[in-house]
C-alpha cells in the first residue's frame, strides 16, 4: 500500500501524515505551498508540492500510489476542476482507491431532522462551500468505476481545531452568543477519530458508494463546550450575550442576479467615482448630472433613491454576533452506525477528551500554563 | 550629490514587497541592477515596477558598476554572496539573518572591515518609531526597574519561498527561531544587551526543524528575566509585553502601534505614549535603505551593522546548543488523566 495525500499540510493532512508516519505505511506527501508545511518536516519525507488544477502533473505524481487521500481545500476552480482532475487520474490509473472528505454542510445549515441517515435529501445554497462539496460528492458518486469513500465529517475539533480557535476569538471578543437550551449538542469530530476513520477506511474492502457520517459518537452539549473554552479566554458563559430563540435571516447572502440591479451598480456613486478619475469619463459624469440637476431637486432625489436605495441606520448592536453561535441551531445528531458497520470505525477519543486535549494544548502553545501568563494576556487584551 | 547605485541580488518575495518599492521611493538611491538566477523573475519583477535595470544572473558582472547590494537570497547564500561584493569594495545591506553561523558572520564582518565597505544587516523593525522610543524611555528609566518581558509571534502558514528553503535547516540555519524569532532577538540585544543564560525548548530532536520554540532569558545582573515563543502552527498576537515597576508595559508588533503603559495603580486605564511632536517616518525599509546609503557614503558603520548582525548569530548559536525536546503527546495526556 502507498498512499497519497493531498493537502498534506491542512489541518487533516498534517495529523493523517503523523499518525500513518507512525504506523510505517508507506506515504507521498502532497501540499500546495511550503507556508504551512512547517510540522511535516520532522517526518523527512519529501514534499511534493502539487496543484490539483494541473492534471499531467497529477497523473504523474499518482502513478505509484495505491490510496490517494483528498485533504484538500481551496477556492471554487480548485473544488471543482480538482476534483474532476483527481477523478479522471485515479480512474485512469485504474484500482486506486480515492478517499475524499466531505461535510455534513450538504445537508444543510441547519439540517433537517431526517439527515439523522447519510440517506436524507441534501440542500447546499449554490456558490456556497456546502454546495461545493456537495458537487464532489456528485461527481465522485458517479465515477462508477473508481472505487472511493466519502467520509462525512462535521466541524473538525481537537488539538489545533480551525473550529474552536475560530469560537475562542469569537468568546474574547464577547461575540459569541450562548443558547439557553442546555440540550443543544455541539456536534464535531476530533480530528485523531478523522484520522482513525480515514485509516479504517485504507484497510476496509467496503464497496459502500454513498456518503459515511464520522463523528465523535456522543457529542458534548454547547454548554459543556463554552464552559471548556470561556476558562481559556477567562470569559464568564453566564455574562454571554443570549442566542435569539430562532436564527435570524441572513443579511449577506449574496444578493439575486438581475439586469436592473446590474444597470444600477453601473450608475451607483462609487461605481461613477472609480469611473471619474479617467478625464473622459469625468467629463461625461458632469454633463449627466447637469441634465439631472436640471429636472429638479425632487427628480433628483427620486432618481437617487431608486439607484442606492434608501439611507439605512443600522440598529445599534451591543456586539455584533459571530456566526459560529448560529452552529447552535444544528439539533441533528449524525448517526455513525453505518461507519460501524461498514468501516469498523470505533472513536479513540470521545468529545470530551477531545476539548480536554484542546484545552491542554492550547494552555500550553500559548504560554497560558507558564508563570508569564499574566504577560501573555495583556497580548490578547 | 550622484544616486547611489544600488543593485538588488533576489527577486523574491521581499525585495518585491519592501526592498524595491524603497529603493524606487527614496531620491537618495538608483536600482541599477536585479541579480537572480531565475532571469525571467527578475524580468517580470522590474516589468511590474515599470523600471529598466540590468538583469543579470551572475553578480560578478554587476560588482564593477554598483556602490552597493541589498542582498535578498536564501539564508545559505548570505554568506558567499556577501563576501564577494565586500571584497569588491561594495557595500552591502544583509538581509536577516545575516550569515548561517558565527563563522561566516565572522568572515563578513572582517570582509567588511578590510576592505572599509558597509555592512548593515536588516533588522528593519530597528527603524520603527515606537522601537527608537521604547529605548529612550527604557534607558531613561521612564517607567522604573524592568523586571519581566514577554514577546511572541505566531502564524499558521505564510511566508513561502519559492525554493522551500524554509523547511530545509541546513539552508535556513534553523526553523522558527531563525525564521520568526530573529528581529525580536535583535531588538532584546538592542535594549538589554545579551543574556547571562539561555533555554530553549522546541518541538522536535535538537537538530531537527521546529514549528515552535519557547525561549527563555536570564539577566541576573539586571534583576530581568525574559521569554519568548515563536510558532508555525498557531497563531499568536504578535507583540511584546514588560512588567516595570510603573505597571505593564505593551508594544505590539506593527510599524504603527502605539506604546500602552497599564499602570499598576490604576489597572483598568492604558495611557499611550508618544513624543509631542512626532518625528515622520518614511517606511521601516526606506528608513533602512537611506541609513545605509548614508554609512556607505561616510565610511562609517550603520544603524544596525554587521557586528551586531554578529551577536545576534552568537546568541541563536547559544540557544539552538541550549535547546530540549519539549516532547508533548496531547492525546497521550488525557488518556492517563
Redesign the interface.
Known amino acids: 500500500m502507498k498512499i497519497a495525500i493531498l493537502g498534506a499540510s491542512g489541518l487533516v493532512g498534517t495529523h493523517l501524515a503523523h499518525r500513518l508516519a507512525g504506523r510505517d505505511y508507506a506515504l507521498k506527501l502532497f501540499i500546495h505551498s511550503s507556508g504551512n508545511a512547517w510540522q511535516l518536516a520532522p517526518l523527512g519525507l519529501p514534499l511534493h508540492q502539487l496543484n490539483l488544477l494541473d492534471r499531467a502533473a497529477l497523473k504523474t505524481a499518482l502513478a505509484d500510489c495505491s490510496h490517494v487521500v483528498n485533504c484538500t481545500r481551496g477556492d471554487e476552480e480548485l473544488m471543482l476542476k480538482g476534483m474532476a482532475n483527481l477523478i479522471e487520474v485515479c480512474g485512469e490509473h485504474g484500482g486506486q482507491h480515492l478517499i475524499h472528505l466531505s461535510s455534513t454542510l450538504v445537508y444543510g445549515d441547519p439540517p433537517a431532522p431526517e439527515s439523522v441517515s447519510e440517506n436524507a435529501a441534501t440542500h447546499a445554497p449554490p456558490a456556497s462551500y456546502a454546495w461545493q462539496k456537495l458537487r464532489q460528492d456528485q461527481m465522485l458518486m458517479a465515477a462508477t468505476e473508481l472505487r472511493h469513500t466519502i467520509l462525512c465529517p462535521p466541524n473538525i475539533s481537537g488539538v489545533q481545531s480551525y473550529y474552536w480557535l475560530q469560537i475562542l476569538g469569537a468568546l474574547r471578543q464577547g461575540e459569541f452568543a450562548l443558547t439557553t437550551d442546555p440540550r443543544r449538542h455541539s456536534v464535531t469530530v476530533d480530528v485523531q477519530n478523522l484520522c482513525l476513520a480515514i485509516e479504517c477506511a485504507l484497510n476496509s474492502r467496503s464497496s459502500h458508494r454513498g456518503r459515511i457520517y464520522i463523528t465523535d459518537g456522543e457529542p458534548l452539549s454547547w454548554h459543556q463546550l463554552i464552559a471548556g473554552l470561556s476558562e481559556l479566554v477567562g470569559v464568564d458563559p453566564a455574562a454571554l450575550p443570549r442566542l435569539p430563540a430562532q436564527e435570524p435571516a441572513l443579511t449577506d447572502s449574496p444578493p439575486r442576479a438581475t439586469l436592473w440591479r446590474s444597470l444600477k451598480h453601473l450608475a451607483s456613486s462609487h461605481v461613477r467615482e472609480a469611473l471619474r478619475k479617467d478625464p473622459n469619463w469625468a467629463k461625461l459624469d458632469q454633463g449627466m448630472r447637469l441634465c439631472v440637476a436640471r429636472l429638479g431637486a425632487g427628480t433628483e432625489n427620486r432618481l437617487r433613491t431608486a439607484l442606492e436605495g434608501p439611507t439605512v441606520v443600522p440598529r445599534t448592536e451591543a456586539r455584533p454576533i459571530n456566526r459560529t453561535s448560529y452552529h447552535q441551531y444544528r439539533a441533528v445528531v449524525p448517526d455513525i452506525s453505518l461507519a460501524q458497520r461498514e468501516l469498523a470505525y470505533r472513536p479513540e477519543v470521545s468529545a470530551a477528551r477531545s476539548l480536554a486535549t484542546f484545552m491542554t494544548w492550547y494552555r500550553h502553545e500559548t504560554g497560558l500554563d507558564q508563570d508569564y501568563a499574566p504577560l501573555v494576556q495583556a497580548l490578547y487584551n | 550629490m550622484e544616486r547611489f547605485r544600488l543593485a538588488i541580488i533576489g527577486s523574491g518575495m521581499i525585495t518585491r514587497n519592501s526592498h524595491l518599492p524603497a529603493a524606487l521611493s527614496t531620491p537618495q538611491a538608483q536600482v541599477v541592477a536585479l541579480v537572480d538566477t531565475d532571469i525571467e523573475g527578475a524580468r517580470s519583477l522590474a516589468q511590474s515596477y515599470g523600471i529598466h535595470p540590468r538583469i543579470s544572473a551572475q553578480l560578478d558582472e554587476i560588482l564593477p558598476d554598483i556602490d552597493g547590494a541589498i542582498i535578498a537570497t536564501p539564508n545559505h547564500t548570505h554568506h558567499p554572496l556577501g563576501l564577494r561584493c565586500l571584497r569588491a569594495g561594495v557595500s552591502v545591506l544583509m538581509e536577516k539573518p545575516l550569515a548561517l553561523d558565527v563563522r561566516e558572520g565572522e568572515e563578513l564582518v572582517a570582509a567588511a572591515a578590510a576592505s572599509g565597505a558597509a555592512l548593515a544587516v536588516g533588522y528593519c523593525t530597528r527603524f520603527r518609531r515606537n522601537v527608537r522610543l521604547l529605548k529612550r524611555l527604557l534607558e531613561a528609566q521612564h517607567f522604573g526597574a524592568v523586571h519581566?518581558?514577554?514577546h511572541?509571534f505566531g502564524t499558521?502558514?505564510?511566508?513561502?519561498?519559492v525554493s522551500?528553503y524554509?523547511?530545509d535547516?541546513k539552508r535556513n540555519g534553523g526553523?522558527?527561531l531563525i525564521t520568526t524569532g530573529t528581529h525580536f532577538i535583535d531588538r532584546m540585544l538592542h535594549f538589554w544587551d545579551e543574556p547571562e543564560q539561555v533555554e530553549l525548548l522546541i518541538d522536535?530532536?535538537p537538530g531537527?526543524?521546529e514549528?515552535?520554540a519557547?525561549t527563555r532569558f536570564h539577566y541576573p545582573g539586571l534583576g530581568l528575566h525574559g521569554?519568548a515563543?515563536y510558532?508555525?502552527?498557531?497563531?499568536?498576537?504578535a507583540?511584546m509585553?514588560l512588567?516595570t515597576d510603573a505597571g505593564?508595559v505593551?508594544l505590539?508588533d506593527y510599524d504603527q502601534s502605539e506604546i500602552v503603559l497599564?499602570p499598576k495603580h490604576a489597572p483598568t486605564l492604558e495611557y499611550r505614549i508618544d513624543e509631542r511632536q512626532p518625528e515622520t517616518v518614511a517606511s521601516v525599509f526606506v528608513a533602512q535603505l537611506e541609513d545605509f546609503i548614508a554609512a556607505s557614503r561616510e565610511r562609517r558603520a550603520p544603524s544596525v551593522d554587521g557586528r551586531q548582525g554578529l551577536a545576534s548569530l552568537r546568541l541563536l548559536e547559544r540557544l539552538y546548543a541550549n535547546a530540549r525536546h519539549d516532547r508533548?503527546a496531547?492525546?497521550a495526556?488525557?488518556?492517563s488523566?
Not at chain 2, 499558521?156 to 519561498?161: E, F, H, K, T
Open positions: 519581566r518581558f514577554y511572541q499558521r502558514g505564510g511566508w513561502a519561498p522551500g524554509n523547511l535547516r526553523g522558527v522536535v530532536e531537527g526543524l514549528a515552535n519557547e521569554a515563543r510558532s508555525k502552527s498557531l497563531a499568536l498576537p507583540g509585553t512588567e505593564l505593551v505590539k497599564r508533548r496531547y492525546y495526556e488525557t488518556v488523566a
